[in-house]
T-cell receptor, first 110, second 118 residues
Framework: KQEVTQIPAALSVPEGENLVLNCSFT??????LQWFRQDPGKGLTSLLL?????REQTSGRLNASLDKSSGRSTLYIAASQPGDSATYLC?????????FGAGTTVTVRA | GAGVSQSPSNKVTEKGKDVELRCDPI?????LYWYRQSLGQGLEFLIY????????KSGLPSDRFSAERTGGSVSTLTIQRTQQEDSAVYLC????????????????FGPGTRLTVL
C-alpha cells in the first residue's frame, strides 16, 4: 500500500520568503504526482502535475521536483504572499487512484 | 469551461437514513473518482469509474456504500442506513482518461459535499 508523508505539518513564514514543502512516498512505481491546494471549507485545486518520467514542473512562482527512485517530491513557492496561505496536499497516482499525504498548512504573515 | 460540480453542498441527516450524493464531471472526462475526507482518516479513495463501469470499488468502507454512473457522465454515491462515522466531506474528481502514460490523467476535483450524520 502506498504511504505518503508530508513534512512539515505546518509552516509559518513572513511575506516574501520562499516556501519549501516536502513529500515522500514508499512505492516508487507511480504514474504521476499531483500537488493540490485546499482552502478552508473548499475543494482541491490542482497546482502541478508531474509525470513519472519528468524531474521538474513549473507554473509561475511554483516549481515542483520529483525524484521517483528515492520517493520524494518538493514543492517550492517563490516570494510567498498572504494569499498563498492554505493547506498544500501531495498526491501520488499509482494505477489511477490517488494516495494523499496529510498536508502542510501554510501561513504567510503580512 | 465548467468544472466538476457536486450537490448538495451540505447534507445533514439523522442516523439510519439513506442519502444520495451527486457528481457531475467535466464534460468529456471518461474517468470519475469518489474520495472521502474526514478528520481522522485524511483523504481516502472510495471508488473509480471508467465510463459506466467501476473496475475498482476497493475503497468503499462497507456494503452500505454504493455508487453508480449513468451515460458515462453523472454519478451518484448512495449511503444506506447512515452512521455517525460516515460524517465527512465527500469529494468527486474526474480525468480525461486513465492511460498510464498520458498527460491527460490529471484529476480535477469538485467542491465536495459535507455530510453530517446526527
Amino acid at each position: 500500500k502506498q504511504e505518503v508523508t508530508q513534512i512539515p505539518a505546518a509552516l509559518s513564514v513572513p511575506e516574501g520568503e520562499n516556501l519549501v514543502l516536502n513529500c515522500s512516498f514508499t512505492d516508487s512505481a507511480i504514474y504521476n504526482l499531483q500537488w493540490f491546494r485546499q482552502d478552508p471549507g473548499k475543494g482541491l485545486t490542482s497546482l502541478l502535475l508531474i509525470q513519472s518520467s519528468q524531474r521538474e514542473q513549473t507554473s509561475g512562482r511554483l516549481n515542483a521536483s520529483l525524484d521517483k527512485s528515492s520517493g520524494r517530491s518538493t514543492l517550492y513557492i517563490a516570494a510567498s504572499q498572504p494569499g498563498d496561505s492554505a493547506t498544500y496536499l501531495c498526491a501520488v497516482n499509482s494505477d489511477y487512484k490517488l494516495s494523499f499525504g496529510a498536508g502542510t498548512t501554510v501561513t504567510v504573515r503580512a | 469551461g465548467a468544472g466538476v460540480s457536486q450537490s448538495p453542498s451540505n447534507k445533514v441527516t439523522e442516523k439510519g437514513k439513506d442519502v444520495e450524493l451527486r457528481c457531475d464531471p467535466i464534460s468529456g472526462h471518461t474517468a470519475l473518482y469518489w474520495y472521502r475526507q474526514s478528520l481522522g482518516q485524511g483523504l481516502e479513495f472510495l471508488i473509480y469509474f471508467q465510463g459506466n463501469s467501476a473496475p475498482d470499488k476497493s475503497g468503499l468502507p462497507s456494503d452500505r456504500f454504493s455508487a453508480e454512473r449513468t451515460g458515462g457522465s453523472v454519478s451518484t454515491l448512495t449511503i444506506q442506513r447512515t452512521q455517525q462515522e460516515d460524517s465527512a466531506v465527500y469529494l468527486c474528481a474526474s480525468s480525461l482518461n486513465r492511460a498510464s502514460t498520458s498527460s491527460y490523467n490529471e484529476q480535477f476535483f469538485g467542491p465536495g459535499t459535507r455530510l453530517t450524520v446526527l
